[in-house]
């Protein structure tokens, strides 16, 4: 076997000579642990975030009334996934993957520090920072592990399942970790915590991205391209800063309610102007448009269940204080730091795939080979693990102190869900994407979750106002109808990818 240490990263396509890292490239270990320490990171302060904004003052918290925090969690949660949009056109015409992915980190680190910070203008401010450093890092990180392949490597599913787990085990350590520091009143120890992970993570990606070579470092940017972005640049921190001043003052007369409806509105405006101007555009083949129509479709179905999933950090994580009997599960040895918390329960989605789950899925892709169901198909049992996790729930749903192992049994249908989809999703936009606009793709893939994170958000201010059986009744049943239309558009999708999907 020819020596590829020094060739492999120059050339994708000789990814399949390297198999140092558990069968794949050396490269997939600096996403992989870059990855796990962001996704530690942003859940460890997820878990808090909500909980957090309702907490009574006297506890620590803000005292924010449940639709307000709910507002601010989804618009929050959104954001940070939209911004992989203009993130992905960044690398992709600016700076190139690679650095994208180094001043994402820094910029995350900078806002989780700002959280950990007393005050409403460092609240906010690091809500800000750390939406624009995920809106750099996600897309492109994910980017640059399916460049380590080429679109015919077998091997590109089961790498984006062994990526996903590094997201678990940062998402799975991380809310036990911050959730302990944080307690029921020392919040900002949590999020200092998230912020020295973070920290770890950019030092990390620094230090090994030698094993990256050449990927991710090019970019086709023109000088427009560079002036354009330094002004968008300076107006947006200016605009974030002026906003963020008049409304903590109160000089800016506005709720979280009515800017969460203008972002809505825009968000939706978004997404049929971009897919209006790429199913239309001649800068693409037809082919390249063809396969436009299936992300499209893919789209709407992970926007959907992103809707339902998303509500893990939002509408359950209040279920888990408020609805559930928390103490049943305390380990009363330990005395007052025994007391489960609701935060604990954000662990479990990353606990079931860690232990089991994850390494099952990436088997078993690969062991299916030519029986490995398509995109579509995997889209469908997604939605419908989804719809479950939230049908069990039903019956309980007026009750309070129910048994932890509802929620429990919701996690773990969720994650089956998230493991038919997510991964899947990540790996289709990758092979879908024309090469010069990967980057613009995997925004388009991130800009589902954003609309998802929204709707999860807005639902949850409805927690104190809307009945929950029929809440959760009505996402169920919109995952069931959409996994059944799926089932009847997997060989039109077959078609319109022609052979990819």
């Known amino acids: 076997m020819p020596d590829t240490s020094s060739t492999l990263q120059a050339d994708p396509s000789n990814a399949r ?164 520091l944080a307690g029921e009143t020392h919040w900002r120890n949590g999020f200092l915590a998230a912020g020295i992970g973070m920290a770890f993570g950019v030092a990390q990606y620094a230090l090994s991205g030698k094993y990256l070579g050449q990927i991710g470092l090019t970019n086709v940017g023109t000088a427009q391209d560079r002036l354009l972005f330094k002004k968008v640049l300076i107006g947006s921190a200016a605009l974030i800063l002026l906003t963020i001043a008049l409304s903590v003052s109160g000089i800016l007369n506005v709720t979280a309610e009515r800017i969460s409806d203008v972002f809505g509105t825009a968000l939706l405006l978004v997404v049929v102007v971009f897919f209006g101007w790429l199913l239309t555009s001649k800068e693409y083949s037809r082919q390249e448009r063809s396969r436009f129509w299936v992300i499209l479709v893919l789209f709407l179905a992970a926007s959907l269940f992103w809707s339902a999933f998303e509500q893990a950090g939002s509408t359950l994580n209040l279920f888990a204080e408020r609805n559930t009997n928390l103490r049943a599960w305390d380990v009363k040895a330990l005395g007052e730091n025994g007391h489960f918390l609701a935060s604990y329960y954000q662990s479990f989605n990353s606990m079931f795939m860690v232990f089991g789950l994850a390494p099952f899925f990436a088997w078993l892709w690969v062991k299916l080979g030519r029986k490995n169901p398509s995109s579509t198909a995997k889209f469908s049992i997604g939605l419908l693990f989804a719809g479950l996790g939230f049908a069990v729930l039903i019956p309980i749903a007026n009750s309070t102190n129910v048994s932890p192992w509802w929620l429990t049994l919701t996690y773990l249908l969720h994650t089956i869900g998230e493991l038919c989809l997510s991964p899947v999703g990540l790996s289709a936009m990758t092979k879908l994407a024309p090469a010069r606009a990967i980057g613009l793709i995997m925004g388009t893939w991130f800009l589902a979750t954003s609309v998802g994170n929204f709707i999860g958000g807005r639902l949850a201010s409805l927690y104190e106002s809307f009945p929950l059986p029929l809440l959760f009744g009505l996402v169920a049943g919109f995952c069931f109808l959409l996994s059944l239309v799926l089932l009847f558009m997997i060989r039109p999708m077959k078609k319109l990818s022609e052979g990819i999907n």
């Open 17 to 180: 000579w390297d198999r140092s890292f558990f069968g794949h490239p050396r490269g997939l270990s600096t996403l992989f642990f870059t990855e796990m320490w962001e996704r530690s990171s942003y859940y460890g302060m997820r878990a808090l975030l909500i909980l957090f904004m309702v907490a009574p003052v006297a506890k620590g918290g803000l005292g924010f009334p449940t639709s307000k925090a709910g507002a601010i969690y989804g618009l929050y949660t959104a954001i940070a996934y939209l911004a992989a949009l203009p993130g992905g056109w960044i690398a992709d015409r600016i700076m190139g993957q690679r650095r994208a992915v180094l001043y994402g980190g820094i910029c995350i680190t900078i806002g989780e520090f700002c959280m950990a910070t007393p005050g409403m203008v460092p609240f906010y401010l690091g809500l800000a920072t750390i939406a624009a450093g995920t809106g750099l890092l996600k897309p492109n990180v994910s980017t640059m592990v399916g460049n380590l392949y080429s679109k015919e490597d077998a091997r590109r599913d089961g790498a984006f399942s062994i990526f996903y787990m590094g997201i678990n085990i940062g998402a799975l350590v991380a809310p036990l970790v911050c959730g302990f």
